[in-house]
């Protein structure tokens, strides 16, 4: 069985409409977060076996040259590195924040501290608990912003203390700021393209 695990349900639609009802595929939401993303991958791997695990979603570019859309992975298997390479995904080093890289004054810094290509928030912990229990894992990331651009809200600030967006927060930032909406529209469509070239990627590779 092989797990594809997404940290949001906004992730994963477009990859269960291509694989359908792939034999021997598992798709798991594991919440957002590296806490989130660890529970929830122990507890599905405690209940069944998986002989891969990729952890997928949306990304933040630091790499300048990395466009909305593109697919970057990271990971030490061999194998399925090439096979990664092969379906149309790029190698890149791939950090794991704590929090949403807002700004594009978030990403220069990141970029410059950490030498990463892209920004996420729980594929560190999903390759832990994957060494941990000697399963073959990568993260497989499309990037939904660039890094010259920032998001039109400051994320962070929308999340409660689980990591889940509070909905009346949102609410009633957009409501205060109604000129963003044109804003956050565009990124909503640029995130279900970004989705949708995911899913074609991870296809070939499961």
Same mark, same amino acid.
């Given at each position: @069985?092989?797990?594809? /695990?997404?940290?949001?349900?906004?992730?994963?639609?477009?990859?269960?409409?291509?694989?359908?009802?792939?034999?021997?595929?598992?798709?798991?939401?594991?919440? @957002?977060?590296?806490?989130?993303?660890?529970?929830?991958?122990?507890?599905?791997?405690?209940?069944?076996?998986?002989?891969?695990?990729?952890? *997928?979603?949306?990304?933040?570019?630091?790499?300048?040259?990395?466009?909305?859309?593109?697919?970057?992975?990271?990971?030490?298997?061999?194998?399925?590195?090439?096979?990664?390479?092969?379906?149309?995904?790029?190698? %890149?080093?791939?950090? *794991?924040?704590?929090?949403?890289?807002?700004?594009?004054?978030?990403?220069?810094?990141?970029?410059?501290?950490?030498?990463?290509?892209? +920004?996420?928030?729980?594929?560190?912990? $999903?390759?832990?608990? /994957?060494?941990?229990?000697?399963i073959p894992c990568?993260? +497989?990331?499309?990037?939904?912003?660039?890094?010259?651009?920032?998001?039109?809200?400051d994320f962070n600030?929308?999340?409660?203390?689980? @990591?889940?967006?509070?909905?009346?927060?949102?609410?009633?930032?957009? %409501?205060? %700021?109604?000129?963003? $909406?044109?804003?956050? @529209?565009?990124?909503?469509?640029? *995130?279900?393209?970004?989705?949708?070239?995911?899913?074609?990627?991870?296809?070939?590779?499961?």
């Amino acid at each position: @069985m092989k797990l594809v /695990c997404f940290a949001v349900k906004e992730e994963a639609p477009a990859f269960r409409k291509l694989a359908g009802p792939h034999a021997g595929v598992a798709t798991l939401v594991t919440g @957002m977060g590296r806490r989130n993303a660890e529970s929830a991958v122990r507890h599905f791997l405690a209940r069944q076996p998986a002989e891969l695990v990729l952890t *997928c979603g949306f990304a933040g570019g630091l790499h300048p040259e990395l466009a909305p859309g593109t697919v970057v992975f990271e990971t030490t298997d061999t194998d399925l590195a090439a096979r990664l390479a092969g379906a149309g995904a790029k190698p %890149a080093k791939i950090f *794991c924040a704590d929090r949403v890289a807002v700004t594009v004054a978030d990403k220069q810094a990141l970029r410059q501290t950490t030498g990463a290509d892209a +920004v996420e928030m729980e594929s560190a912990a $999903i390759q832990n608990v /994957c060494r941990e229990l000697k399963i073959p894992c990568a993260t +497989v990331r499309v990037i939904s912003d660039a890094a010259a651009e920032d998001l039109p809200l400051d994320f962070n600030r929308l999340y409660r203390r689980d @990591m889940s967006l509070d909905g009346g927060k949102l609410a009633l930032t957009i %409501a205060q %700021a109604p000129w963003k $909406i044109p804003a956050l @529209m565009r990124l909503q469509k640029r *995130c279900q393209f970004a989705a949708e070239r995911l899913a074609d990627v991870l296809l070939r590779v499961i």
